[in-house]
């Protein structure tokens, strides 16, 4: 099993954030789960890290990302732009333990996820017709 493998004791105990994000006291272990479809992912790491996967879904209508996106981010013309940002969106309030109602209007599109100094963004290589982003503290 996983747990054992990295190192985990049969008997764990998990503290939470003030936001109720869960941690595992024994081996100071970050972690993060998703899941859309067929699919369930993990991240885990010593420090904070998020990561959400979404199926797209063919539905792009720019009144949902006049709805929820910055303005940059209202530019995308695609399904696949839209779950891209979306994730990015998820991942990045996954990290930081909150709500993503609080993220919604925050940038992120790709020139805006490279200038952030403390947080590293990435994407998993899936099968179509699947997204799925990470993100994590320096």
């Given at each position: 099993?996983?747990?054992?493998?990295?190192?985990?004791?049969?008997?764990?105990?998990?503290?939470?954030?003030?936001?109720?994000?869960?941690?595992?006291?024994?081996?100071?272990?970050?972690?993060?789960?998703?899941?859309?479809?067929?699919?369930?992912?993990?991240?885990?790491?010593?420090?904070?890290?998020?990561?959400?996967?979404?199926?797209?879904?063919?539905?792009?209508?720019?009144?949902i990302a006049e709805r929820f996106f910055g303005v940059r981010e209202r530019m995308c013309r695609s399904d696949e732009?839209?779950?891209?940002?979306?994730?990015?969106?998820?991942?990045?309030?996954?990290?930081?333990?909150?709500?993503?109602?609080?993220?919604?209007?925050?940038?992120?599109?790709?020139?805006?996820?490279?200038?952030?100094?403390?947080?590293?963004?990435?994407?998993?290589?899936?099968?179509?017709?699947?997204?799925?982003?990470?993100?994590?503290?320096?």
């Open positions: 099993d996983v747990l054992t493998y990295i190192g985990v004791p049969e008997n764990i105990t998990y503290t939470y954030s003030e936001a109720g994000k869960p941690d595992i006291k024994e081996i100071n272990c970050k972690f993060n789960i998703s899941h859309s479809g067929d699919y369930v992912v993990l991240a885990a790491a010593k420090k904070p890290v998020g990561i959400d996967i979404q199926r797209i879904k063919p539905f792009f209508d720019s009144r732009d839209f779950y891209r940002l979306w994730t990015r969106k998820e991942a990045y309030a996954k990290l930081k333990g909150e709500s993503l109602v609080g993220y919604l209007d925050m940038d992120m599109t790709d020139t805006s996820i490279e200038n952030m100094q403390d947080v590293i963004f990435g994407e998993v290589e899936m099968t179509e017709p699947y997204i799925c982003t990470y993100s994590y503290m320096l």
